[in-house]
């Protein structure tokens, strides 16, 4: 991520939010949540305290996905155009393997109820069950976990 690339991907995360949660969350829920995007300068430091990595498709910004510590998903999203065409996949991917040489056994992810089946079907399970609270509205969502596979420099 670029310090120039805060203004789009604040867009991003509030088109993600506005248009891929709606089976989801109400639309007072998505407006709790989008806001955190609101104060760019407020979300362009959650962004930078981060190992944040960005993906392009011709030339355009089109998903980013934040690491915090060296195992744990922080942020995944991908444009609304862009849904569906294996980025989230590919950033999971990169995340987990950046994580993973950085020594992390296993992940973690606080996945909204969106994201749930996606980060299912990429191996994490259900810990359990999770509400938190945004403005004045209270989300679900869902702590999960999966254990790396060790690579070669990891087995011992």
């Known amino acids: 991520m670029l310090p120039g690339d805060v203004p789009v991907l604040a867009a991003l ?20 949540w989008a806001a955190s995007a609101d104060d760019e300068p407020a979300f362009a430091a959650r962004l930078n ?31 609304p155009d862009a849904a569906g065409r294996g980025i989230g996949t590919s950033l999971c991917e990169a995340l987990e393997k ?3 040489g950085r020594g992390a056994k296993a992940f973690t992810v ?15 399970a259900s810990v359990r069950r999770e509400t938190v609270s945004l403005g004045d509205e209270w989300l679900g969502r869902t702590a999960m976990r999966k254990t790396l596979a060790p690579t070669d420099e990891t087995r011992h």
């Open 110 to 124: 606080d996945a909204s109820d969106t994201a749930q089946p996606f980060f299912a079907k990429r191996g994490y």
């Open 49 to 79: 305290g981060l190992l944040t990595i960005v993906a392009t498709l011709d030339g355009e910004l089109v998903g980013f996905a934040a690491l915090k510590a060296p195992d744990h998903v922080d942020m995944l999203y991908v444009r």
């Open 98 to 100: 950046i994580g993973q």
């Open 13 to 32: 995360f509030v088109a993600s939010i506005e248009e891929l949660t709606e089976d989801d969350y109400s639309p007072a829920q998505q407006a709790a």
